[in-house]
């Protein structure tokens, strides 16, 4: 069922299920959705005591997962229209032609094709194979610097996403959303860090947010840039 509770100026809804189960447990979701999960005869008052204990988790969950939300920017891709490359804004140019390639002058995007419905197509698959290139090259010394803590990835994946900007596997693979190649060197170096850091610490624990503060000590700006960058 749906319910929700008041918390200061803040509401926090939430699906509750009652099972077979000794305790109860509360999850908050990538798409920021927050669920409980009670013990069957549980009384609705308990429930939600218990989740006024834990709102300022649920709230802090919530906020994080909103934070690697990649937006959803409506494009039209036609000529004039800025588009982001590595945190910097160039403008599209659409030309006629036999062609169906884009080329990155310097100061524009220049798409060459007869169909202009194939302009989007286009442009997300040159995105896409910068960012194997440029994950890849980012990401090396990174890596070779949390051998420290006994991380070494099997694997560094690039998948869209709709709700993060990266994650990582138990069994060690890094995934990365090929919309990051549209932000700064720093930005992706901070996902990056981010998700090695949960290879060796996997909640939003207090030893995890040390360590990436050791690792990378101007994460909070990079990551706020990343928020205004592309929202």
Known sequence: MQRSIQYGSEEITYTLRFSKRKTLGISVHPD????????????????????????????????????????????????????????????????QSPDNSVKHTGRYFEIRTQDSTKAQFLMEHWYLEKSKVWFQTI???????????NVNPSKIEIRKMQYRWGSCSPKGRIL????????????????????????????????????????????????????????
């Open 176 to 231: 990365l959303n090929p919309e990051l190649i549209k932000a700064p060197k720093a930005c992706i170096e901070y996902v990056i860090i981010h998700e090695l850091c949960h290879l060796v610490h996997r909640d939003h624990t207090k030893a995890f947010f040390d360590l990436q503060q050791r690792e990378f000590p101007e994460w909070k700006k990079w990551k706020s840039k990343l928020e205004q960058l592309l929202a």
């Open 32 to 95: 920021r959705s927050t669920e409980v999960n009670a013990p069957e005869g549980s009384s609705l008052e308990k429930v939600e005591e218990k989740i006024r204990k834990k709102a300022a988790w649920i709230l802090k969950q919530q906020d994080h997962f909103l934070s690697f939300e990649p937006r959803n920017v409506t494009r039209k891709y036609i000529s004039g229209e800025s588009h982001l490359y590595l945190g910097r804004q160039y403008q599209l140019k659409l030309i």
């Open 139 to 149: 990401a090396e010394p990174l890596l070779e610097r949390f051998k420290k803590h």
